[in-house]
């Protein structure tokens, strides 16, 4: 039976991918690079190290990952400042699973810092037992290390998570990680092939715990 539930943090618990494209593409510019929406979306679910490695060999930048890194934090926070908004009905059922019991947890390849500043915002903090962050692992999705680690900080068998992720290298991960997927259709992470989820919503509403507490599929 389920016992714990690992969300990803952006595109599910805020609906912040917006903000991180538009971040990344002003940010690029800076350097010459005028980059598509679509390419942008095709990293999400990476970590911004993974990202922006690839970039600079793609498009020959002189500038290194720390750099590119530190020039979108600052346009990042800059654009989140009074706009941090969690997706619909997300909220509610975070405290309707800890309400029943279940043990939460955050993997996000976002950083500690975003990660926090994420929860204190929107107050839910204390709701969850742990956080696992891009500081935190050495593999990027779609590598299961991230579900794994927060499994074990949790204290649960991987095949006791759901995980709830927007992307496909997250739901990736996921099943590597051999736990139960549920992908979130948001339409802000672009058209993430979410054909491997073992449940596909667009509404955190319509998610009742009967569905979460249903044992992984074989």
């Known amino acids: 039976m389920i016992r714990a539930v690992i969300f990803d943090m952006d595109g599910v618990i805020v609906d912040s991918e917006p903000m991180h494209i538009e971040a990344e593409k002003q940010t690029l510019l800076k350097h010459g690079i005028k980059i598509t929406t679509e390419e942008l979306r095709s990293y999400t679910g990476t970590t911004a190290e993974f990202e922006f490695n690839d970039l600079i060999r793609k498009y020959k930048l002189n500038t290194t990952t720390d750099s590119l890194f530190r020039e979108k934090e600052r ?3 800059r654009l989140l400042a009074g ?6 009905g997300v909220l509610d059922l975070i405290r309707n699973l800890k309400k029943h ?4 947890g955050i993997a996000t390849s976002g950083h500690r810092k975003l990660a926090h500043y994420y929860l204190d915002k929107l107050g839910i903090e204390q709701l969850f037992d742990t956080v696992v962050c891009s ?6 999705k779609p590598d299961p290390e991230i579900f794994l680690k927060a ?11 759901v995980v709830i992720e927007d992307s496909k290298l997250g739901i990736e991960a ?3 990680a051999g736990m139960k ?11 993430q092939d979410l054909s491997n989820a073992d449940l596909v919503i667009s509404d955190f509403t319509k998610l009742d715990l009967k569905t979460l507490r249903a044992p992984n599929p074989e």
């Not at 706009?83 to 619909?88: G, H, N, Y």
């Not at 019991?101 to 939460?104: A, I, P, V, Y």
């Not at 500081?135 to 990027?140: F, G, L, V």
């Not at 499994?151 to 998570?161: I, M, S, T």
């Open 181 to 191: 997927r549920i992908g979130y259709r948001n339409p802000n992470s672009g058209n």
């Open 135 to 140: 500081e935190d692992i050495t593999h990027s």
């Open 151 to 161: 499994a074990k900080k949790l204290g649960v068998d991987p095949a006791e998570c």
């Open 75 to 77: 346009v990042l926070f």
């Open 83 to 88: 706009k941090t908004q969690p997706t619909k």
């Open 174 to 176: 996921a099943t590597e």
């Open 101 to 104: 019991g279940f043990k939460l």
